[in-house]
């Protein structure tokens, strides 16, 4: 990465050996004996106090936080959480990692309909479940009303532009 790509802080990972059987999450206030549970799965990884086990086994009374996605390099297509994804289903594993991280939207997922709240591209690109005819570029200038803006329906800042005779395009 360049000096001034920015990275996740540390203290986010679990760093296990191999994968455990038992979900995982970090909690930055293990070992908390006021929460009733003395500390109960705190360093799960057995590195690092803040990684702690949650909801299996022995660890059935540590309460896990709402699953989320952890993709180790962020997708160009969209994905969200889905409860009923089991192993095998299209666009379940999204993340390689949790069966419930899901695609949705783009091909080949383009029939799996994306929830309200799903994870789209980043800031910055357009995006269409199905990729226009007509061009379209990134502009900051882009604002509610103005002509071709919310080219994607998802980014203000995402405008169609018009082609010109000689093959290039203009606003």
């Not at 059987?21 to 799965?41: E, K, M, S, V």
């Amino acid at each position: 990465c360049p000096q001034t790509a920015t990275l996740p802080p540390k203290e986010q990972f679990c760093k296990f050996a191999s994968g455990p059987d038992i979900p995982y999450f970090i909690d930055p206030t293990c070992p908390n004996t006021a929460d009733g549970l003395g500390g109960l799965g705190c360093m799960a990884d057995g590195k690092r106090q803040e990684c702690r086990y949650c909801g299996g086994g022995d660890y059935s009374t540590v309460q896990c936080p709402a699953p989320l996605c952890d993709f180790d390099n962020q997708p160009t297509i969209p994905y969200y959480y889905e409860v009923n994804c089991s192993t095998g289903m299209l666009g379940c594993l999204a993340d390689g990692k949790t069966v419930g991280c899901r695609f949705c939207g783009a091909r080949p997922y383009e029939t799996i309909a994306c929830p309200s709240n799903a994870h789209l591209p980043k800031e910055g690109e357009c995006w269409f479940p199905n990729e226009p005819d007509q061009p379209y570029f990134w502009d900051e200038t882009c604002d509610m009303g103005v002509k071709g803006c919310w080219a994607d329906g998802i980014h203000a800042k995402c405008r169609y532009c018009k082609k010109d005779n000689g093959g290039g395009s203009d606003n």
